[in-house]
């Protein structure tokens, strides 16, 4: 039997702060919790977060789970691991049931940021660190503007590629894609 991947479009809200702020680069109402779900994972289990520091502001209350951790390089935002997404990523026992990575899209849109454009992480790099560092069977997320190639076999395991879905929030704005991979065991 030949595997599909899953394809989709989700046509969701502007999303603000839980103090009605918006910002620059904000994941719109409601997509995280079903990230969550093409994930594969509960609020119960732990998720890291890549370049998402800002999720623990969400005002939705599935958007982050008591068991997930947040990675980003502004200090401000008091991540649970303060590094460089280019390096390689923590790792748990076992591995990360699920990796979610909502970097920025491009250089031009990494100077939005306090890390700035010299710190924009290329998507086919963070991809392929979120494979080594989930678990067999464990799955990685990317919101961007494009999907990235997964890596080769040579670094030691295969990469199922699990869905394709468009993400925009109204007329006139850029659509995103999200894309889900999975380390096969």
Not at 84 to 96: L, N, S
Not at 134 to 159: D, M, N
């Amino acid at each position: 039997m030949t595997y599909r991947p899953i394809t989709d479009i989700w046509i969701l809200a502007r999303a603000k702060l839980r103090n009605g702020k918006k910002f620059y680069g904000s994941y719109p109402a409601g997509f995280p919790e079903r990230a969550r779900a093409l994930l594969g994972v509960t609020i119960n289990d732990a998720a890291l977060h890549i370049c998402g520091g800002k999720v623990r502001f969400y005002p939705y209350p599935n958007a982050i789970g008591p068991n997930d951790k947040t990675l980003d390089l502004d200090e401000s935002l008091a991540p649970d691991y303060l590094q460089d997404a280019r390096d390689p990523f923590p790792t748990v026992e076992g591995g990360w049931p699920a990796i979610l990575m909502d970097p920025p899209y491009s250089e031009e849109d990494a100077k939005h940021y306090s890390p700035g454009a010299v710190k924009y992480p290329k998507p086919n790099l963070l991809l392929k660190n979120g494979l080594i560092a989930v678990r067999p069977g464990g799955r990685v997320g990317i919101l961007h503007y494009l999907s990235p190639r997964p890596p080769s076999e040579k670094i030691g395991f295969r990469t199922r590629f699990v869905a394709c879905i468009g993400v925009m929030v109204g007329f006139n704005n850029r659509i995103r894609v999200f894309t889900v991979y999975e380390k096969s065991c």
